[in-house]
């Protein structure tokens, strides 16, 4: 065989091996079932906003194997102006909070392959943003953030500001475990992704600290993401969050409640195919409280979701189904309840019922002084 050839099969296989690598390296786009295109085009017209996916760079790329600087690599990536941080199989200890940054993709080989932990000294958050300077286009997908119940620490911590928001995050095939506070919590961000994750186990630091906890942030699509078993708090807390895409998601067996959804700028919150159950107190919480003075009723709207849609959502054995304060413009269609003591607690909603089906029963409140002594404030 001749020298030509031989270089051209292997310049080949280098290129053919190069572009096998960057389709790892790519995320999916969610599928998102056709029929929650259809019920949002009857309900809402085309008033939903759909999330903007990341862009990625991925021809620039740096291997990280365990024992070495993920820190280093971000950084190194960042001001080469983004690519990809590829964690190789194995464990790798955080010893101090990982600082994320824009146009980078952080990716391993699989959830149960890279395994980023927290150091047994290290008492903060494992993946961090804060408010200066804006990130743009970060993708994680495919590792586990493990944490050890110590500390003070969120697994992910992502905090913006209005004036500038962080936007395009997804999270892919990640799990998300066994941190003392928040799983993940993402404040003031704008198109938010997560997909085929695991949110679990974490919030051991008290009530206040959930699996998930979003809070003032904008288009928001979860698909396939399991939320159950948080230690203390809830699975998945939504704060004056607006439209929001939740398809095919499950919260199972929570000490507290399973969602809650409040707060000013709470609307288009479709769930689509969302499993709730065994909740040990309600699994839909949807109070209309101001937030900041939430032990005085005010019966306000404004501080309540709007505009919401349950199609197909199963809710279960829990203590109680959905008590919402206010929530009007909504609907539940083609969903199943099953619970304790009330299937649907509605204080004051305009609420359309769509071929469902309550086995416990609703309840119809015209006055707060009729809702239940044992649903005060579940915050």
Known sequence: MSKKVVLFILIAFVVCSSMAQKQLFKYNQVVVEPEVYSIMSEKWNNDFKHVEYPKQWLDNIIKVK??????????????????????????????????????ITLVGEGRDKTIVKQGSEMKGTGFNI?????????????????????????????????????????LQNIDVIDWS??????????????????????????????????????????????????????????????????????????????????????????????HVSGCAKVALWFPCEDYYDKFIYKENSKYAPQKVILNRCEIINNTWGAMWRSVNNSYVINSVFENKKIDMGLLKCDVTIENSTFKKGNEVYTDVKQWPSDVKILW
């Open 181 to 274: 506070s928040q799983g993940v919590h993402m404040k003031r961000t704008n198109h938010i992704i997560m997909d085929n994750c695991n949110f679990q186990y974490n919030g051991s630091g008290g009530g206040l600290y959930h699996n998930v906890y979003f809070l003032y942030n904008k288009y928001i699509l979860q698909s396939d993401c399991n939320m159950s078993f948080p230690v203390k708090g809830k699975g998945n807390k939504y704060t004056s969050c607006e439209y929001v895409l939740a398809q095919r998601c499950t919260i199972k067996d929570t000490k507290t409640n399973g969602i809650q959804a409040d707060h000013e700028e709470a609307g288009y919150i479709f769930f689509h195919k969302y």
């Open 66 to 103: 365990p024992g070495q600087s993920i820190q280093e690599a971000i950084n190194q990536v960042y001001d080469e102006g983004g690519g990809v941080v590829f964690l190789k199989k194995g464990i790798h200890i955080l010893d101090t909070t990982l600082t994320l940054k824009g146009k």
């Open 130 to 170: 804060e408010d200066k300077p804006q990130v743009t286009d970060l993708v994680i997908k495919d590792l586990t953030l493990k944490g050890v119940r110590q500390g003070d620490a969120n697994g992910i911590l992502i905090r913006g500001r209005n004036e500038s928001r962080h936007t395009r995050i997804m």
